[in-house]
């Protein structure tokens, strides 16, 4: 991948311990796309997963927060169905596949539209919402 997606990777591995615990990642990267994807701990109860794939195409985000198997939230940019019909109304051909930030909440029961998210808007989130 370019410079710019390995620096962008790069900082947040750096980052990451700093801010969490039990950091586990991985760095999958081909000239075409690259992958990141990190398992941590954060405030002795949550747990962190931090997903990004940058190709030359889109950017592709997950990033979650769980307590104990609940989900307490979810950022993720994913072609979810139920963002579809929030956005446009109905579910339909013309907008399959498309990437569209939102949020799940209360372990997937509920969900929002949000504007685009970064790693660093979700550690910030972190921080302000959860105990550490």
């Known amino acids: 991948m370019d410079s ?3 620096d962008h990777f790069n900082d947040i591995i750096r980052q990451a311990p700093t801010i969490f ?8 990267s081909t000239p075409e796309r690259a992958i990141l994807r990190i398992q941590a701990a954060y405030g002795g109860v949550y747990r962190i997963f931090i997903t990004e794939l940058i190709d ?13 198997s609940w989900i307490s939230i979810g950022f993720d940019n994913s072609p ?11 579910i339909g051909t013309e907008h399959a596949g498309e990437y569209i930030p939102h949020l799940h909440k209360d372990n997937k029961t509920h969900l929002e539209l949000t504007e ?3 790693v660093y808007k ?9 105990a550490q």
Request: charged share 40%; no cysteine; hydrophobic share 35%.
């Open 56 to 68: 030359t195409q889109i950017r592709k985000y997950r990033y979650y927060v769980l307590k104990k």
């Open 21 to 28: 615990s039990e950091v586990d990642y991985v760095l999958d």
């Open 4 to 6: 710019q997606t390995d």
């Open 80 to 90: 979810d169905p139920r963002a579809l019909r929030l956005k446009y109304g109905k």
């Open 122 to 130: 979700f550690i910030a989130w972190i921080r302000e919402h959860l």
């Open 116 to 118: 685009e998210m970064d």
